[in-house]
């Protein structure tokens, strides 16, 4: 997984996004695993939790829509593909994925 979500920051900068910033790129494409992973280590949730799910992508992308800083326009998109990216990739479990209107999340690991 680790090595899959790296490849699409590959084909992204050799690609369309040639001119996006790699730290970026990296940081949209493994942002929901550092919310989840973080999250796990220390409140002991699920792997997949909050950061899988498409209400905390909304809030993330749409906070950067109210930075005043014009030049953060292109970085908005490159976000929100990463990050898409990386939830549909993943194969996130709808419960998750839609995270509240489905119901709660699935138990993790003992």
């Known amino acids: ?3 899959g979500h790296a ?3 590959v084909l992204g900068k050799r690609t369309i996004l040639s001119l ?4 970026l790129m990296i940081l949209a494409v493994y942002g929901p695993d550092v919310i989840d992973k973080s999250a796990a280590l220390v409140l002991g949730t699920p792997g997949k939790w909050a950061g899988h799910s498409l209400l905390i992508f909304a809030i993330v992308t ?3 829509l109210f930075i005043p800083a ?3 326009a292109p970085a908005w ?3 929100s593909l990463f990050w898409l990216s990386h939830l549909f990739l993943d194969i996130t479990d709808p ?3 839609l995270w509240p209107l489905l119901g709660e999340f699935p138990p993790g690991p003992p």
């Open 1 to 3: 997984m680790i090595m």
């Open 7 to 9: 490849a699409l920051v």
């Open 20 to 23: 996006a910033p790699i730290p």
């Open 62 to 64: 749409l906070a950067l």
């Open 70 to 72: 014009r030049r953060l």
């Open 77 to 79: 998109w490159v976000l």
């Open 95 to 97: 419960v998750v994925l």
